[in-house]
């Protein structure tokens, strides 16, 4: 961690003070407290101010102290050793902190990273040209299961790939940070498995269900079409939806959704994926956001079983019934 002194003298405005319905809530927090223990109320009080100014001052900090009856430099050692606490000013618009610790880089955080670079300055906490921005790197956040991730103001945004950053990044810019959504940025529920659910399923009610005729997109077609298969050499080869497409959710790993997302590459079969070599099976893994799940779940072994011999042929090579 580096270390973190305040801003320069130049930059500290000459006075703080609560505005009227800070300053209200201020007192309400610090009767919280037994009386004795106010000064506990340290970090809620600079972390409003923190929200009221854009960044930790000075003169806040002597402010709170004031508050709290405190020593200054009490009060300077909590907001120093906090990397919550921004001691200099960031962006106006945002302050895009990005998670670099191992789940996050892992999955993708050092790309994260060069946008902000590119985007807002090349140097974490210098603000772009407007003023708008800024940008840091900041340990585990917490959300280590939606990797990568960033977190701007109280929201975090997860899941994230360099151009959903971008596009993040533009929105706040314009004043429209409003417009997006918190949390996971790809179709999964908080923390839920990529793809849907893929634990205590009822699953005999989910293969009763009638199959829904995917609406043959455009997408699809060019998947189906052999000239552009060939333009990428690793995506396996879709073929035209079968009378009877097999029930891909019998794989374990497989869910409704992930079916769908099959079915519009033009994977209706087990055949099919029994087929897949390495660099198909990477392919596919990449295209769904799966972190190597396919080999983990070894969809092949399971494909080829359920192509050769159906749930009987599953139950003798895994000694269980398929999903
Ligand atoms: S490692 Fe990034 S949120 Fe935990």
New binding site residues.
Partial sequence: MSVRRLAEDRVQPASFSFNEENAAWAEKTIRKYPEGRQQSAVIPLLMRAQEQEGWVTRAAIEHVADMLAMPYIRVLEVATFYTQFQLKPVGTRAHIQV?G????MLRG?EELIEVCKHKIHHDPFELNADGTLSWEEVE?????VN???VMIFKDSYEDLTPEQLEDIIDRFEAGRGAEVKPGPQIDRVYSAPAGGPTTLLDAASARKAPAKAAPVSDEVKEVVSPASAAGDKNRPAGIEKPATPDDLKMISGVGPKIEATLHELGIYTFAQIASWKKAEREWVDGYLKFGGRIERDDWVKQAKALAKGGEAEYIKVFGKKPR
Avoid: E, N, V
């Avoid at 610790?101 to 996050?104: G, S």
């Avoid at 585990?140 to 280590?144: D, I």
């Fill in positions: 998670c610790t191992t789940p996050c955080a585990c956040q917490g959300a280590c990797a990568p991730m």
